[in-house]
């Protein structure tokens, strides 16, 4: 990536190049990690468009393979959905 | 709680051909799908298939579809929209949201078929509007019929940027250049040759530095890159477009696979990190099956035939059919899958032509084509109308082999294998012009008059030329190299919308022009 | 006829012309604007050169289409006074009150 620390990662939290690769070389060492600590991937989308980003960070930064960096666990729901709607069973 | 035998996420081509398969064999099948419509990415896919008969090869992605749906709706297959699988818990029990209420599903069997997601590509100003995927550009064309803008730069030449970029001209936009990181072009030659002899530069070892705009994309700069692919200071330049679309791969969505615990693993060639499977679709959970994009990224034929045979593994596993009768229909399908995953190889390396830089007669181009087995002889040319065959890389494609009425052209087996043209039997027809999905074929009469050549092309644009009208004829680079008199346009319903255009140009470029171009300029307006 | 008229694709040389459709009226941050009954708000926008779709919370940056398919959540806008509707996978509505979301 062109160098462009003020560069947005994260679209939906906003957040940038130069913050992920604080959080990376202040110890977080897996997409999880960055996640915690700058709220990458924790927007409205979920990580879904900067998830691969961000692990490729990760891997450049930390010399991990691309195995070792696994994305961060996938809980439900894995579209966006409000809560009204989780709890509007529907019997069938 | 209900109760389904067989459901399968996502109902683009894999996730429908499980359904059928099974449903074949007697299953009950549920196909849930998030979108308006079923089909997955078939409904964008304005152009003809690739491969061979078993998959729809020389039909549109659309009408395959059509077919698809037809096929599912005659089989009884349930299909519920607007319906978002949000999560897999426990025995294969499926968390649904469908019409804004929560469903709770239990399935027997579960296929997992959610295709992938294209990636991003980071650089400044990738957040402006007007910046999007090339699937997303392909969407807005081809489902909504609106353009995203007038002037396009595409980034990445796989298959997605050069069919895109193809579907963006027939849309009526610009497509300004092409920029490729790599040396070479990363999709089928044939794609590239459809846009580049229509005047879209594919700019090799080059890529998009910086998008700038207001509000929204106005320019963007490039930059070549060095042997490293790291950019070369002093070679920027700046374009005018107002929009940029990313064509720099896909990544298999396998979210649901991940809660479910299915092991996934990180195969970059695939596109990431896809669902593991075995021989027979099945995950590491048993009873769910994946296929598709979401088990690694590779063509719409690949995801059909693993959508067989995950449908055929479950219809098995339920015992609705003998192990016996499905081993052939296995092996059949696994025979055409490793047929369809050959590499793509040229005949000549050096008919590689995205390499060479355009000069003004570049008869070096030519050279490789003309050893060709699609091509025909200086004599051979002499004597008669004949087709030419400007098909140079070894894809999994054959439908040239069924258009000929006299069986001129022939590929065999594997479908990799160049086509090879009897002139013999050649009567310069042209029925194979509109049957070759990459639009690769072409017929000349070098003995229409002493002076003059009648060419026979295919054009898929609007307006469609006019007999009598003065058109300006292209070389393979898209540069005018002279003009042409259309004396005929075919464009009935068997050619499915590829128009044949005859026209008669200056014999001395009949080796040069592969492409007209109409003068009272696009949409006739 | 106006520039972005020309956005939209009416006759194409695959899919033919497209079929008539029944136009409503939208409104978006209270200008009205023509569109055709079901098709997505972001295609209706994009059709009269409308690309900025909102601004960021932070940054107040421009914000508009990026994967059309509803994954991204970067079209989100405000529909009938209900926040961070993805308007590449909404259809339009007669009536239907679109606002810039600015964060």
Same mark, same amino acid.
């Given at each position: 990536?062109?160098?462009?620390?003020?560069?947005?990662?994260?679209?939906?939290?906003?957040?940038?190049? /130069?913050?992920?690769?604080?959080?990376?070389?202040?110890?977080?060492?897996?997409?999880?990690?960055?996640?915690?600590?700058?709220? /990458?991937?924790?927007?409205?989308?979920?990580?879904?468009?900067?998830?691969?980003?961000?692990?490729?960070?990760?891997?450049?930064?930390?010399?991990?393979?691309?195995?070792?960096?696994?994305?961060?666990?996938?809980?439900?729901?894995?579209?966006?959905?409000?809560?009204?709607?989780? /709890?509007?069973?529907?019997?069938? | 709680?209900?109760?389904?035998?067989?459901?399968?996420?996502?109902?683009?081509?894999?996730?429908?051909?499980?359904?059928?398969?099974?449903?074949?064999?007697?299953?009950?099948?549920?196909?849930?799908?998030?979108?308006?419509?079923?089909?997955?990415?078939?409904?964008?896919?304005?152009?003809?298939?690739?491969?061979?008969?078993?998959?729809?090869?020389?039909?549109?992605?659309?009408?395959?579809?059509?077919?698809?749906?037809?096929?599912?709706?005659?089989?009884? +297959?349930?299909?519920?929209?607007?319906?978002? =699988?949000?999560?897999?818990?426990?025995?294969?029990?499926?968390?649904?949201?469908?019409?804004?209420?929560?469903?709770?599903?239990?399935?027997?069997?579960?296929?997992?078929?959610?295709?992938?997601?294209?990636?991003?590509?980071?650089?400044?100003? $990738?957040?402006?509007?007007?910046?999007?995927?090339?699937?997303?550009?392909?969407?807005?064309?081809?489902?909504?019929?609106?353009?995203?803008?007038?002037?396009?730069?595409?980034?990445?030449?796989?298959?997605?940027?050069?069919?895109?970029?193809?579907?963006?001209?027939?849309?009526?936009?610009?497509?300004?250049?092409?920029?490729?990181?790599?040396?070479?072009?990363?999709?089928?030659?044939?794609?590239?040759?459809?846009?580049?002899?229509?005047?879209?530069?594919?700019?090799?070892?080059?890529?998009?530095?910086?998008?700038?705009?207001?509000?929204?994309?106005?320019?963007?700069?490039?930059?070549?890159?060095?042997?490293? $692919?790291?950019?070369?200071?002093?070679?920027?330049?700046?374009?005018?477009?107002?929009?940029?679309?990313?064509?720099?791969?896909?990544?298999?969505?396998?979210?649901?696979? $991940?809660?479910?615990?299915?092991?996934?693993?990180?195969?970059?060639?695939?596109?990431?990190?896809?669902?593991?499977?075995?021989?027979?679709?099945?995950?590491?959970?048993?009873?769910?099956?994946?296929?598709?994009?979401?088990?690694?990224?590779?063509?719409?034929?690949?995801?059909?035939?693993?959508?067989?045979?995950?449908?055929?593994? +479950?219809?098995?596993?339920?015992?609705?059919?003998?192990?016996?009768?499905?081993?052939?229909?296995?092996?059949?399908?696994?025979?055409?899958?490793?047929?369809?995953?050959?590499?793509?190889?040229?005949?000549?390396?050096?008919?590689?032509?995205?390499?060479?830089?355009?000069?003004?007669?570049?008869?070096?181009?030519?050279?490789?084509?003309?050893?060709?087995?699609?091509?025909?002889?200086?004599?051979?040319?002499?004597?008669?109308?004949?087709?030419?065959?400007?098909?140079?890389?070894?894809?999994?494609?054959?439908?040239?082999?069924?258009?000929?009425?006299?069986?001129?052209?022939? =590929?065999?087996?594997?479908?990799?294998?160049?086509?090879?043209?009897?002139?013999?039997?050649?009567?310069?027809?042209?029925?194979?012009?509109?049957?070759?999905?990459?639009?690769?074929?072409?017929?000349?009469?070098?003995?229409?008059?002493?002076?003059?050549?009648?060419?026979?092309?295919?054009?898929?644009?609007?307006?469609?030329?006019?007999?009598?009208?003065?058109? *300006?004829?292209?070389?393979?680079?898209?540069?005018?190299?002279? *003009?042409?008199?259309?004396?005929?346009?075919?464009?009935?319903?068997?050619?499915?919308?590829?128009?044949?255009?005859?026209?008669?140009?200056?014999?001395?470029?009949?080796?040069?022009?592969?492409?007209?171009?109409?003068?009272?300029?696009?949409?006739?307006? | 006829?106006?520039?972005?008229?020309?956005?939209?694709?009416?006759?194409?040389?695959?899919?033919?012309?497209?079929?008539?459709?029944?136009?409503?009226?939208?409104?978006?941050?209270?200008?009205?604007?023509?569109?055709?009954?079901?098709?997505?708000?972001?295609?209706?926008?994009?059709?009269?050169?409308?690309?900025?779709?909102?601004?960021?919370?932070?940054?107040?940056?421009?914000?508009?289409?990026?994967?059309?398919?509803?994954?991204?959540?970067?079209?989100?806008?405000?529909?009938?006074?209900?926040?961070?509707?993805?308007?590449?996978?909404?259809?339009?509505?007669?009536?239907?009150?679109?606002?810039?979301?600015?964060?």
């Amino acid at each position: 990536m062109a160098g462009n620390e003020d560069m947005i990662i994260c679209r939906c939290e906003e957040v940038t190049q /130069a913050e992920i690769l604080e959080a990376i070389r202040d110890g977080a060492t897996t997409v999880s990690g960055v996640k915690r600590r700058t709220r /990458a991937g924790m927007g409205l989308c979920q990580g879904r468009t900067c998830r691969k980003v961000v692990a490729k960070m990760v891997v450049t930064e930390t010399g991990q393979s691309a195995e070792e960096v696994l994305p961060s666990t996938y809980r439900p729901p894995v579209r966006p959905v409000t809560l009204g709607t989780l /709890a509007n069973e529907w019997d069938e | 709680m209900i109760q389904k035998q067989v459901v399968v996420i996502g109902g683009g081509p894999a996730g429908l051909s499980s359904a059928i398969a099974a449903a074949q064999a007697g299953a009950r099948v549920t196909v849930i799908d998030e979108n308006q419509r079923p089909g997955g990415q078939l409904f964008k896919q304005i152009h003809k298939f690739f491969g061979s008969r078993e998959h729809y090869a020389g039909r549109r992605g659309i009408h395959i579809g059509t077919e698809m749906l037809k096929e599912a709706e005659a089989l009884n +297959i349930e299909v519920l929209l607007n319906s978002v =699988v949000y999560g897999i818990f426990e025995d294969r029990t499926l968390g649904v949201i469908r019409d804004g209420a929560n469903l709770s599903v239990r399935a027997e069997r579960v296929v997992i078929a959610t295709g992938a997601s294209e990636n991003p590509l980071v650089f400044p100003g $990738w957040t402006l509007p007007g910046v999007m995927g090339a699937g997303a550009a392909q969407t807005m064309v081809n489902l909504h019929g609106v353009l995203p803008g007038k002037r396009c730069l595409m980034v990445g030449s796989g298959n997605v940027g050069l069919i895109v970029s193809y579907q963006l001209l027939q849309a009526g936009a610009d497509v300004v250049a092409i920029v490729e990181a790599d040396s070479k072009v990363g999709g089928y030659h044939v794609h590239a040759e459809k846009i580049r002899r229509h005047g879209v530069p594919i700019l090799l070892s080059h890529t998009i530095r910086e998008a700038r705009g207001k509000e929204s994309v106005e320019e963007a700069t490039l930059v070549r890159l060095d042997k490293n $692919w790291h950019p070369l200071p002093g070679t920027e330049q700046d374009l005018q477009v107002d929009f940029v679309c990313l064509a720099v791969g896909l990544t298999p969505l396998t979210e649901l696979g $991940w809660m479910a615990n299915c092991r996934c693993q990180s195969v970059p060639g695939l596109g990431g990190f896809v669902l593991h499977h075995n021989d027979g679709m099945e995950t590491t959970v048993p009873g769910i099956y994946a296929a598709g994009d979401c088990a690694g990224v590779e063509e719409a034929s690949i995801a059909m035939e693993q959508g067989r045979l995950a449908g055929l593994s +479950i219809a098995e596993s339920l015992g609705l059919i003998d192990r016996t009768r499905s081993a052939d229909q296995r092996a059949s399908i696994q025979e055409r899958l490793k047929e369809l995953r050959r590499k793509p190889a040229f005949y000549d390396s050096s008919a590689d032509l995205g390499n060479r830089e355009a000069s003004t007669a570049d008869r070096a181009s030519l050279e490789p084509l003309k050893v060709g087995p699609g091509y025909p002889t200086e004599e051979r040319f002499q004597q008669g109308p004949t087709a030419i065959v400007e098909c140079m890389q070894e894809i999994p494609c054959d439908p040239c082999a069924y258009v000929c009425p006299r069986g001129a052209i022939s =590929v065999g087996r594997p479908i990799t294998k160049l086509p090879h043209l009897d002139t013999g039997k050649c009567t310069g027809c042209g029925l194979c012009i509109p049957g070759c999905p990459g639009l690769a074929i072409f017929v000349v009469d070098n003995t229409y008059s002493p002076t003059e050549a009648l060419l026979k092309l295919p054009h898929e644009f609007l307006p469609l030329p006019k007999a009598g009208e003065i058109v *300006e004829a292209l070389d393979r680079y898209g540069r005018r190299v002279t *003009e042409g008199r259309v004396i005929k346009v075919e464009n009935p319903r068997k050619f499915d919308h590829t128009p044949v255009v005859s026209v008669v140009i200056d014999k001395r470029f009949s080796n040069e022009v592969r492409a007209v171009s109409v003068r009272r300029g696009r949409h006739g307006r | 006829m106006k520039r972005s008229a020309m956005l939209r694709v009416n006759e194409h040389p695959i899919l033919g012309k497209r079929p008539i459709r029944k136009t409503v009226i939208i409104t978006v941050d209270g200008n009205p604007v023509e569109a055709f009954e079901g098709e997505p708000i972001a295609a209706a926008l994009m059709a009269k050169g409308i690309k900025v779709f909102r601004k960021t919370r932070l940054r107040k940056d421009p914000r508009g289409v990026f994967c059309a398919i509803g994954q991204c959540t970067d079209c989100v806008m405000t529909v009938d006074q209900q926040p961070n509707v993805r308007t590449c996978i909404t259809p339009v509505k007669e009536g239907m009150e679109i606002r810039t979301e600015r964060g």
